[in-house]
Nanobody, 127 residues
Framework: QGQLVETGGGLVQAGDSLRLSCAASGLTFTAYSMAWFRQAPGKEREFVAG????????YYADSVKGRFTISRDNAKYTVALQMNSLKPDDAGVYYCAARVGDISGTYRYTGAAYAYWGRGTQVTVSS
């Protein structure tokens, strides 16, 4: 059974940087595309960034383009999210997710497309 564990959340000030990491186990990591979602209080969970299993293509929500970078290390079974120039609107619980196959289609924005989820890590951004 696959397991995803997120780390790296915390309290930062607006403009600061934070790096989240997700460690995968119990699954063939190279068979999965990986993504980060987030959920703020009172809001729906939303796609933040994703990286394809096959060609490493990356995808970002418009709100984080140019500020966030997703990467994966297939040797270590990890995926990271580097977040720069953080804004209060970036606050929320960040979840790591894994999908068998690619995420090149619009289904990547849909939580149901992902087979495994972590429990999340809290990111708080003070203004």
């Amino acid at each position: 059974q696959g397991q995803l564990v997120e780390t790296g959340g915390g309290l930062v000030q607006a403009g600061d940087s934070l790096r989240l990491s997700c460690a995968a186990s119990g699954l063939t990591f190279t068979a999965y595309s990986m993504a980060w979602f987030r959920q703020a209080p009172g809001k729906e969970r939303e796609f933040v960034a994703g990286i394809n299993k096959s060609d490493g293509s990356t995808y970002y929500a418009d709100s984080v383009k140019g500020r966030f970078t997703i990467s994966r290390d297939n040797a270590k079974y990890t995926v990271a999210l580097q977040m720069n120039s953080l804004k209060p609107d970036d606050a929320g619980v960040y979840y790591c997710a894994a999908r068998v196959g690619d995420i090149s289609g619009t289904y990547r924005y849909t939580g149901a497309a992902y087979a495994y989820w972590g429990r999340g890590t809290q990111v708080t951004v003070s203004s």
